[in-house]
């Protein structure tokens, strides 16, 4: 099943708490690839589903990472491309805290998990086409 995110909605699903298992870009396409991601009925009852959120028309340049050493408030790390990242990052989980949307550009702010522990994220997206959750039923 396919659903296109309209922006200014209230939305039932939440990538809060989600863990991005792996990107890929295939064909201008951005793929996240989550363990589960959150819904919420109408009633509030919270349901999880294994998912895929795919985003349209992105530019490999317009995919940037900021990874900073460590969870405190220190502000040490590296701003890195979505190649860079998949290479020092490859196996790394990324669990989303934050989201945030605007203008065809979505931020994603969380935990990136390390070996050693998690150290801060942010992960920015521009897109050109849709953003569309990919949701196994």
Not at 50 to 60: G, P, R, S, W
Not at 62 to 69: G, I, K, Q
Request: aromatic share 16%; hydrophobic share 40%; net charge negative.
């Amino acid at each position: 099943m396919q659903i296109e995110r309209i922006f200014g909605e209230s939305f039932r699903y939440s990538l809060h708490d989600a863990r991005v298992q792996k990107i890929e870009y295939q064909e201008n396409n951005l793929i996240l690839h989550f363990d589960y991601i959150f819904s919420y009925a109408d009633n509030e009852s919270e349901s999880t589903h294994k998912a895929k959120i795919i985003f349209e028309d992105t530019v490999l340049d317009d995919v940037e990472f900021m990874v900073l050493s460590s969870t405190n408030a220190a502000f040490r790390g590296k701003f890195l491309s979505l190649d860079d990242f998949l290479k020092a990052y490859q196996g790394s989980e990324f669990e989303i805290i934050t989201e945030t949307y605007n203008w065809r550009r979505a931020v994603f702010q969380g935990w990136l998990w390390k070996n050693n522990g998690p150290v801060n994220c942010t992960m920015n997206v521009y897109f050109k086409g849709k953003m569309i959750y990919e949701i196994d039923a």
